[in-house]
């Protein structure tokens, strides 16, 4: 009897939610009308936005590809890579008939590597087990294919298929958080739910598709994590953060917006609407909100963990043959970082070992995993060490360089391989540069060609940014919130597993 309370209690304490965090019925309605006349008249031009004909099946291909390549990647960065998919594989059928060798090769500098391993899975499965037929519901969606959790499966099901079906992302996270006053930790399980309740509770039945992409669109262009264009916003009218600030302060020295400022003081009906009621409410800020945020104060994140600290050591071996250079890659193994993926011979080393030790160690990798004789080393040096960051670790790479001159019968070439050796092969400048290769590993190898880190753009980044360090690629969900930290180092760059 006493284990029957305790757990009832737990259940309703997790669930204690203020009414100002949720959405009348007339809201609704003037939220979806709104939202979805703004999204008509200011929507970017997306490719994924663009599918023509009536084959939803085709559509939810297209849909489901997007939506996997947009998981914590930015939109610019996408739009190439999934143009380039597209072309190469234009339905789900052509994906099937591919081979996991070149989904790599195609995703290769995009991060999250695993993500088109499972579209090519779940390509199979749809293809085998499916009868090439893509489910139709969220639920369906969500149960079996490979890959595709709840975000996804509402987008595709919404999108594709008109499912009146909500969708909870980084950017639809950041516009109910302000819409409502949500400032608890997004990441809590409460938070969480109370952010698809309100989701589902607003869709719009008739456009639910429409109505996600302009939940999402507001976010990433509108209702951003700094300086959000709250002038410019449709829903301004129903932020409850907004009306918040402005009964906080009036100083026009403060970050709120001309609109705000130019609005009357709230009445009192106005001000008990921003005051949440309900005693130990599991959604509402820990604390006063700081007025020089703003709506910047919602949603509010947790303390980030701090990085794992690893150390690589990463040697480009080169051969000289009489035609052109060649240069030693491994693969790494099928599961884990990188899978699958490409990389110069790399071993993980302990921080503050010698110059000396560290080059005795990559030459037992060399000799006793990978089966050299290193017969013939004619140059050989350090370059450089440079910072690559992942999602959760930050890689600092001491990267040196090898050159061997192979003449028939020198002994430069590997012993036979066993069951234990890693897959590594030697290729071409132009074979590497096709190769499903690691974001960092093509640093090392600007590096090694005396060129700077390069940018995003494809532009090679000065000094300065050279040293002080590269903008971050991928994006975690609670980057959606808060700035990214700068960190320094020779050479810098970021990518996600």
């Known amino acids: 009897m006493m284990k029957k309370a305790s757990k009832i209690k737990s259940i309703s304490e997790s669930q204690v939610r203020g009414p100002i965090h949720s959405f009348s019925e007339t809201e609704i309605k003037s939220l979806r009308k709104k939202l979805l006349k703004w999204y008509d008249a200011n ?7 663009n599918i023509k004909g009536e084959d939803t099946n085709h559509k939810a291909y297209a849909i489901w590809v997007s939506e996997i390549m947009c998981q914590q990647t930015q939109v610019a960065t996408v739009i190439d890579y999934y143009n380039k998919w597209m072309k190469k594989w234009p339905t789900l059928e052509s994906l099937s008939n591919s081979s996991i060798e ?44 490979p890959g595709v959790g709840r975000y996804t499966a509402g987008a595709i099901a919404s999108i594709s298929f008109n499912e009146a079906t909500g969708v909870v ?24 739910a109370a952010m698809w309740d309100l989701a589902n509770a607003i869709v ?35 932020c409850k953060a907004i009306k918040q600030m402005d009964h906080l302060t009036r100083d026009p020295a403060t970050k709120l917006t001309k609109s705000i400022l130019s609005q009357p003081p709230l009445k009192k009906e106005e001000i008990q609407d921003i005051e949440c009621a309900a005693d130990g ?23 980030r963990k701090p990085l794992r600290q690893q150390i690589h050591a990463v040697c480009i071996v080169e051969r ?25 011979p790399s ?11 560290m080059r005795n160690k990559m030459d037992d990798y060399l000799k006793g995993t990978l089966n050299m004789t290193l017969k013939n080393v004619q140059k050989r040096r350090h370059i450089c060490q440079f910072v690559h960051m992942f999602s959760h670790i930050q890689q600092t790479y001491e990267l040196e360089t090898m050159i061997i001159e192979e003449e028939e019968g020198d002994g430069c070439e590997r012993s036979q391989e066993s069951e234990d050796t890693p897959h590594h092969q030697w290729v071409s400048r132009s074979a590497f540069e096709n190769q499903a290769v690691s974001t960092g590993m093509k640093k090392a190898f600007e590096a090694y060609n005396g060129r700077a880190i390069t940018k995003k753009s494809g532009k090679k980044s000065k000094k300065s940014e050279m040293e002080n360090g590269n903008a971050a690629k991928q994006r975690k969900l609670d980057s959606y919130f808060t700035k990214k930290e700068e960190k320094t180092s020779r050479y810098f760059t970021k990518e996600d597993s």
């Open 347 to 357: 071993i993980e080393i302990a921080e503050g070992i010698s110059p000396k030790k």
């Open 281 to 303: 409410c599991t959604l509402c800020l820990d604390g006063p909100p700081d007025t020089n945020l703003g709506v910047m104060n919602y949603p509010r994140k947790p303390k």
């Open 204 to 238: 719009d039945p008739d456009r639910p598709g429409d109505f996600n992409q302009s939940m999402m669109e507001l976010g990433a262009t509108v209702c951003t994590p700094q300086a959000p264009q709250c002038n410019t916003c449709p829903v301004q009218s129903h």
């Open 43 to 49: 929507k970017r031009d997306l490719p994924w936005r």
């Open 102 to 145: 070149e989904v790599r090769e195609v995703w290769a500098g995009l991060g999250y590597y695993s993500r088109g391993q499972r579209l090519l899975e779940g390509a199979l499965k749809v293809q085998n087990e499916l009868d090439g037929q893509i489910p139709g519901t969220a639920e369906q969606l969500q149960k079996k294919l």
């Open 169 to 192: 992302d980084g950017n639809v996270i950041r516009v109910l958080a302000r819409l409502r006053m949500i400032g608890a930790d997004f990441t809590s399980k409460n938070v969480m």
């Open 320 to 344: 000289q043959l009489s035609q052109e250079s060649e240069y030693l890659v491994v693969q790494r193994p099928d599961t884990g970082l990188l899978a699958g993926m490409w990389e110069f």
